[in-house]
């Protein structure tokens, strides 16, 4: 893969239908999906977005089922882990890396344009975007990187950062 897309799950709800739409949806289809299940409790969306693969699932989907809570730093690196330690070549870990929330939603075209920026610009390590809220949260956040210094007092960058892994 291209890159790899990791997303932790801890009892999501029906907005996780949404995110996978978007994701699946990319202009970039060369991704790996790692989707850790850290434990949940209650699985009812994910076990309706497992039985929605069908009998041949999507071989760039892999479900992780973590068999307790870790919490969602540990369960995302336990699926960076996953897919730098695999012996499964398609599950390799991607020249590139982002993370996405069960609640996040991606720009039909930002996993390609994001890969192609940091192709294009190799002084960069990572590539963000502004954010905008939805549902409950109507906001833009149209900040990061170029905050500068002011990431050093309080992170300005979004999870859906894309990023070099090597």
């Known amino acids: 893969p291209v890159i790899t897309i990791i997303t932790a799950v801890y009892n999501t709800g029906p907005e996780f239908h949404h995110t996978a739409r978007t994701v699946l949806g990319q202009s970039l289809q060369r991704f790996k999906w790692i989707i850790v299940n850290d434990g949940s409790s209650r699985d009812g969306e994910l076990r309706k977005f497992r039985d929605s693969l069908g009998p041949t699932p999507d071989p760039r989907i892999l479900i992780l089922d973590l068999p307790s809570n870790v919490g969602l730093p540990a369960a995302r ?21 982002v993370f996405v929330d069960t609640d996040d939603l991606l720009e039909p075209t930002y996993l390609e344009k994001a890969v192609w920026f940091l192709a294009t610009n190799p002084r960069f390590g990572m590539v963000g975007a502004w954010s905008t809220g939805f549902g409950d ?20 960058i979004t999870i859906s950062t894309v990023m070099r892994t090597h």
């Open 77 to 97: 690196n336990r699926g960076i882990m996953a897919a730098a330690s695999a012996a499964d070549p398609s599950l390799v870990l991607g020249e590139y890396l």
């Open 137 to 156: 949260k109507t906001f833009l956040w149209a900040r990061g990187f170029e905050d500068g210094d002011t990431n050093l007092k309080s992170n300005m």
